[in-house]
C-alpha cells in the first residue's frame, strides 16, 4: 500500500516566502524530475508553518530518494546549514483515491 510522508517546517508570525523551499525544489528537479514510486507531492503554508505532503508507492522509495536525493541537495543548496530540521511524520495509507 501507498505511503505518505509529511515534513512541517516552522515558521514566524509573517513569514509567506517561499524562496528557500523553492531554491530546493528547483534544484532537485534538475537532478531527479521523474522520482521513481512518487505518486504526488504537494507544499504550500498550513496552520504554523510550511507543510511538504508527499505519497509515495512504498516507504523503500520515499527513504532512497530522501537519502540519494533530497539531503545531498538540501545540503548543497543549504550550503551545509539546512537549519533546524523539520517536524516529519510518516504512515502507511490505509486507502488512496485517484481520479
Not at 539531503?71 to 533546524?84: D, H, K, L
Amino acid at each position: 500500500m501507498a505511503f505518505a510522508f509529511v515534513q512541517d517546517f516552522p515558521s514566524g508570525a509573517d513569514e509567506t516566502s517561499t524562496s528557500n523551499y523553492d531554491a530546493i525544489h528547483s534544484a532537485i528537479m534538475a537532478k531527479a524530475t521523474d522520482p521513481a514510486g512518487l505518486i504526488v507531492h504537494t507544499a504550500g503554508f498550513a496552520g504554523d508553518g510550511f507543510r511538504i505532503f508527499e505519497v509515495w508507492e512504498s516507504r523503500e522509495q520515499c527513504e532512497k530518494f530522501m537519502t540519494e536525493v533530497v539531503m545531498p541537495t538540501v545540503m548543497e543548496v543549504t550550503r551545509g546549514n539546512p537549519g533546524a530540521p523539520p517536524a516529519t511524520t510518516t504512515y502507511e495509507l490505509h486507502n488512496m483515491l485517484l481520479p
